[in-house]
């Protein structure tokens, strides 16, 4: 018997209704919205849509965004783990992600970079150096980071205040 350690397999399954048919279908390009429903079992739905510049409703989240989301939480919850394995103490934690998204000439696209910009507060500021460098090893253990084929960039800020 043999002791290697096996890999685990989760599975994440959301469903997502078009709720945009205003009648006619997709009958022609101005015809439908873009409205959707994203439904996760026992979890508040999210309202999505299009990016407004196809056609979307700018008042509900859209997949890019959503995309640039997931990227910023998956690093967030990473490292907030690695921190309190390092004995840093983070009393807040804000990102300001910011992704490109490169449209091309027929219509399609792809992300070249999420640059995540967090703001970590800690209690010591001893601390400053490991703190910043826990960004890289969260990188390299973000579930999400680790299945997007652009790079994650990281511009992290410090801020010391005593609990």
Not at 68 to 87: D, F, I, N, P, T
Not at 89 to 98: C, K, R
Not at 135 to 161: D, E, G, Q, R, W
Request: aromatic share 8%.
């Amino acid at each position: 018997m043999s002791n290697m350690a096996v890999d685990k397999k989760h599975t994440y399954k959301a469903t997502i209704k078009w709720t945009g048919n205003s009648g006619l279908g997709t009958s022609h390009y101005q015809a439908y919205e873009r409205e959707h429903l994203i439904s996760i079992d026992n979890k508040n739905n999210i309202s999505g849509s299009a990016d407004p510049s196809f056609r979307g409703d700018r008042t509900k989240h859209n997949p890019e965004e959503l995309l640039v989301s997931s990227l910023s939480a998956c690093h967030m919850l990473w490292y907030l783990h690695l921190c309190s394995q390092a004995g840093i103490v983070v009393t807040d934690y804000v990102d300001n992600a910011t992704g490109i998204m490169i449209e091309k000439e027929n219509g399609s696209g792809h992300f070249t970079a999420v640059t995540l910009q967090p703001i970590v507060t800690v209690t010591d500021e001893n601390m400053v150096e490991k703190a910043n460098e826990l960004h890289k090893k969260a990188n390299k253990l973000c579930f999400i980071a680790n299945s997007v084929n652009f790079p994650v960039y990281h511009k992290p800020t410090v801020i010391i205040s005593k609990i």
